[in-house]
């Protein structure tokens, strides 16, 4: 899990269209925190944090303190919004977490070990087919990534979730199939050839 970090807040009385702008003319951002079996709070949070935790990488994945006017709640960021053109954030939802909250979260994946590849060692191509992996567990032990280890695949192998090892009480959301994650695919001049053998083959079967 990511490190966690604390922002300062302010609660805000008034909410709508109006209210948003001027609190974003003013270098903030209006977000609410909602859940755990309580009412929602609006707030208003710094737009310069917001903005490097959400480029920085890992926001969705790391639980935060949100000190609002002295009282701290622990949160993870559930959602947010940026504007459709300049990429600015313009509105962020969190998720109060308790004691026994378990959560739905996209976690990366990373891939070690290509260069124990055999099908990429020659020249295979390591198609990835899920960059990331929706998990559930616990809000306050999400993995800050899944390690899939490419040692021994080769061309036309694939790496299915069956086989790769999750942290303790995560699980994947979806548990209807054991879904592809990665395939080593043949290079294209590697599929040329195999064309051109199995084009061969054919000819030959049918002039016998």
Same mark, same amino acid.
């Given at each position: 899990m990511?490190?966690?970090?604390e ?6 009385e008034?909410v709508?269209?109006?209210?948003a702008r001027?609190?974003r003319r ?5 977000a609410?925190?909602y ?8 707030? !208003?949070v ?5 903005f490097y935790k959400?480029?920085g990488?890992g926001?969705m994945t790391?639980v935060?303190t ?6 701290k *709640?622990?949160?993870l960021?559930?959602d ?6 300049r990429d ?5 939802d ?17 891939f ?5 590849s055999?099908?990429i060692k020659?020249?295979?191509v390591l198609?990835?087919?899920?960059h990331? *992996?929706?998990?559930?567990c ?12 490419? !040692?021994g695949?080769d061309i036309?192998?694939s790496?299915?979730?069956?086989a790769?090892?999750?942290p303790?009480?995560?699980k994947?959301v979806?548990?209807d199939?054991?879904?592809t994650?990665? !395939? ?23 002039e016998?």
């Amino acid at each position: 899990m990511s490190d966690t970090y604390e922002l300062k807040a302010e609660a805000r009385e008034r909410v709508g269209k109006g209210s948003a702008r001027e609190i974003r003319r003013n270098g903030k951002i209006p977000a609410v925190i909602y859940g755990d079996k309580q009412p929602p709070l609006a707030i !208003t949070v710094s737009y310069k944090e917001i903005f490097y935790k959400i480029h920085g990488g890992g926001f969705m994945t790391t639980v935060a303190t949100i000190d609002v006017d002295g009282q701290k *709640i622990q949160v993870l960021p559930k959602d947010y919004q940026l504007d459709p053109v300049r990429d600015f954030p313009m509105h962020v939802d969190f998720l109060r977490v308790g004691k026994n909250t378990e959560v739905n979260v996209n976690v990366p994946v990373h891939f070690i070990n290509e260069e124990k590849s055999p099908g990429i060692k020659r020249g295979g191509v390591l198609n990835i087919v899920r960059h990331e *992996i929706e998990l559930h567990c616990a809000a306050n032990s999400i993995p800050e990534f899944i390690e899939i280890d490419l !040692t021994g695949l080769d061309i036309n192998d694939s790496v299915h979730i069956s086989a790769v090892k999750l942290p303790k009480g995560a699980k994947p959301v979806i548990t209807d199939r054991d879904f592809t994650i990665a !395939t080593v695919a043949a290079p294209a001049g590697l599929k040329s050839e195999e064309g051109a053998a199995a084009a061969e083959g054919e000819a030959a079967a049918t002039e016998e």
